[in-house]
């Protein structure tokens, strides 16, 4: 992107005006408040020498497949892969009146440079730039990154505006990645979709994380629980268990044997431990949180955090580190000031600790941790909007308890026999609260069900000494399979998946990015390939019929997160420079013509997609399966979209009805002979094959063609 001299005054007999362009409506309320341009005009304000408007998201989108080549409106696996020699750019009809306003901007005359400030990240990068280039606009670009829109904040960063050209390697890694999803996603979609004739979607990280999860049922579905005996020894003041035994006889013999006998300390071990305070929160964090606290699921936190950040009372939320740079230290006291004063419960918490331990300017990326701002002072909590609220204290909560003191305890460990019989007895006594004292007013106020463990003492015990007599039982306990996904759950395994195998220095590592993986989860449950079952608070993550039937078919490459791991890798290395686009998309291609080439039809696939509907024939325009519907006969491929209605207007304006019949021959032969046609014209009788016109789109239209007499 050129980025020119910002001095025009001599060009112009006026003078001339910055545009900032923000991502969304509400930001840019709150930065044009603050640079003055108070005027509200018609999709954008202006004053103080500036023009502020916004994106409302992605304004520019790729284009179709069939604004390439219109054959491409039909899905055929001949025409795959699919691979752009030049990338087309669409607008909707959603989102062209705010396209078009910015574009009447940005080629104002008055205007003499343009300030990018949508979100400080690469997908913000993505919007702004696309709608830039598309307006083929040629002005000078200054980018504004921020992390709070805060005043102090927002006037801090046009104080230190950086030239555009600065993130041009960053705009290439996004561009990077919304082509290669836009190549796998719409190529292997039609290759899987056109072979098993449904619509089967296909992501990059969609599809690995839907094999995270049906992995996941197969596991449960195959666990063998198995029983086992362990005998608890009362001694009065605490219990001593044994080794677990298989058999239930083995048990009963020991509980016999130690039973009112003499029970003797071995061995008394006691370590000192501390538990750091927790770190502060990234959005993964955050949404887990909130999900396994409140239920929430990850598009709600991330929705509650977003109004939160536009509202001013916490800091951008699409971060993936926990740390703040070192140069907040004052910020953060204020932040810890402001945010206890709201606090009805401020007296109980303890003093600070140390600031210092949530500093590293090392372990911060684009955007430090999320926290509230020093705008949550004065607020009421229970005001707000329960989710917004709920969440917010979660923030105060968890900065609060990461500048606390650790938390220290004693864990001892007493080694017992009984009649040679090895006993084992756990305790932990806490020596100092420290963060968890921090803690426990927030768990009262909000009532969470904290899993910590939970203080277990043991009466002071030496070597030699003695219990008697004891009181043995049995208790019998089974092996447990593992736990269906809730989103806290599989939001983790997302962050972990082919972490091994990604180089040291991904920026991204897992699966998606923190700002990505909300939208991959619902887009999961949206196509009906997982759904949510469960109460309110703990709703499980289980796959569908359809979803585990996509995992039994989807090439291994696309749903490894090793792919991602890979890719997230390089578009890094394109960020910084050391790998070309050309380079990272030629790779993408050659994956893609392997896969559209070698991919064969997995045996029993009727049983993977099984359907009640019945199959009249092959669809003329993607050849995939009509089926047979109350309505009509319809193509099951979504995409396709092909129809022959059983109320066709000219069928039955003839009094003619269109069974399954009349459509198998039409679809075998191309034609169907259709005796006593009335014509409209004359109203006298005659004979004509009816055949259905190739360049009508969905629904079926027919032709007539005459028959001859010989051939009656």
């Known amino acids: 992107m050129e980025n020119k001299s910002n001095s025009h005054t001599s060009e112009f007999p006026y003078s001339p005006l910055r545009l900032v362009i923000a991502e969304k409506p509400s930001v840019a309320q709150s930065i044009a408040a603050v640079l003055g341009a108070t005027q509200r005009k018609d999709s954008y304000l202006e004053g103080n020498g500036h023009l502020v408007s916004w994106c409302v998201g992605h304004l520019v989108q790729m284009a179709a497949p069939d604004a390439y080549d219109p054959r491409y409106a039909k899905w055929r696996r001949d025409d795959l892969p699919i691979v752009p020699d030049h990338w087309m750019y669409t607008v909707t009809e959603r989102t062209k009146k705010q396209f078009n306003v910015l574009k009447k901007l940005l080629s104002d005359a008055r205007v003499s440079s343009v300030v990018c400030a949508t979100d400080a990240g690469r997908e913000g990068e993505l919007i702004f730039r696309l709608v830039y280039e598309m307006c083929k606009c040629q002005k000078p670009v200054e980018r504004l990154w921020i992390s709070s829109l805060e005043e102090s904040a927002i006037q801090k960063g046009f104080r230190e505006l950086q030239p555009g050209s600065t993130y041009d390697r960053l705009y290439q890694a996004a561009l990077c990645r919304a082509q290669a999803d836009w190549l796998v996603g719409m190529n ?28 996941r049922e197969e596991e449960i579905a195959s666990f063998q629980p198995s029983t086992f005996f362990s005998v608890s020894l009362d001694c009065g003041h605490f219990a001593a268990m044994s080794e677990k035994h298989t058999a239930q006889a083995e048990a009963d013999s020991v509980a016999a044997l130690c039973h009112g006998k003499r029970c003797t300390v071995q061995q008394v071990e006691r370590k000192e431990k501390r538990e750091k305070p927790p770190k502060l929160y990234d959005l993964t964090t955050l949404q887990r949180e909130a999900n396994r606290l409140y239920g929430f699921t990850a598009q709600q936190t991330l929705d509650y955090v977003q109004s939160l950040y536009e509202k001013k009372l916490c800091t951008y939320p699409r971060t993936d580190s926990q740390y703040l740079p070192e140069n907040m230290r004052g910020c953060a006291v204020a932040v810890l000031d402001a945010a206890a004063s709201v606090l009805p419960f401020a007296n109980q918490l303890p003093p600070i600790h140390d600031v210092d331990q949530i500093l590293n300017d090392k372990k911060v990326t684009d955007h430090h941790a999320i926290i509230p701002t020093v705008g949550v002072r004065g607020r009421d909590l229970a005001s707000m909007p329960r989710g917004e609220g709920t969440v917010l204290l979660l923030l105060i909560a968890r900065l609060v308890c990461a500048v606390g003191a650790p938390h220290e305890y004693t864990e001892t460990t007493v080694q017992l026999t009984c009649e040679g019989i090895p006993f084992t007895a756990r305790g932990r ?34 070597e030699g000494q003695a219990f008697s007599p004891v009181v043995a039982s049995v208790r ?4 447990s399979p593992p736990k269906h996904f809730t989103e806290d759950s599989l939001l983790a395994a997302m962050e972990r998946a082919g972490t091994a195998d990604a180089p040291a220095s991904a920026e991204h590592k897992g699966l998606g990015t923190p700002a990505t993986r909300a939208a991959t989860i619902e887009k999961l449950v949206s196509v009906g390939f997982i759904e949510r079952k469960g109460d309110k608070r703990a709703k499980m993550l289980i796959p569908t019929q359809k979803g585990v039937a996509l995992i039994a078919v989807a090439p291994e490459s696309i749903q490894s997160p090793l792919l991602t791991a890979e890719w997230e890798h390089k578009l890094t290395r394109v960020e910084q420079g050391s790998l070309s686009a050309d380079a990272f998309l030629s790779e993408i291609n050659v994956l893609l013509r392997e896969l559209t080439h070698s991919y064969e039809c997995t045996e029993n696939a009727g049983a993977l997609f099984p359907t009640s509907n019945k199959i009249i024939g092959p669809c003329p325009r993607c050849k995939g399966s009509i089926a047979e519907k109350q309505k009509g006969f319809f193509c099951d491929h979504s995409a396709c979209g092909f129809a022959i209605w059983k109320n066709n207007y000219f069928f ?24 006593n046609l009335l014509s409209q014209k004359t109203g006298k009788p005659y004979d004509a094959y ?15 063609e005459l028959a001859r007499k010989e051939t009656l």
């Open 188 to 215: 292997i979609t039609r290759l899987l979709s056109t072979v098993y004739n449904q619509t089967l979607n296909v992501g990059r990280v969609m599809t690995p994380t839907l094999a995270l999860v049906t992995a």
């Open 476 to 479: 019998q306990g089974k092996t």
């Open 652 to 675: 039955a304006a003839q009094k003619k009805q269109v069974t399954a019949d009349f459509v198998t021959t039409l679809l075998k032969d191309g034609r169907v002979l259709m005796r």
């Open 690 to 704: 009816i055949v259905i016109d190739p360049a009508s789109e969905k629904n079926a239209r027919f032709k007539i």
């Open 429 to 462: 006594q806490i020596t100092l609260a420290g963060w968890r004292a921090a803690n426990m007013p927030f768990q009262s106020c909000e009532k969470k069900d904290d899993s910590d463990e939970k203080e277990t003492s043991l009466p002071p015990m030496h």
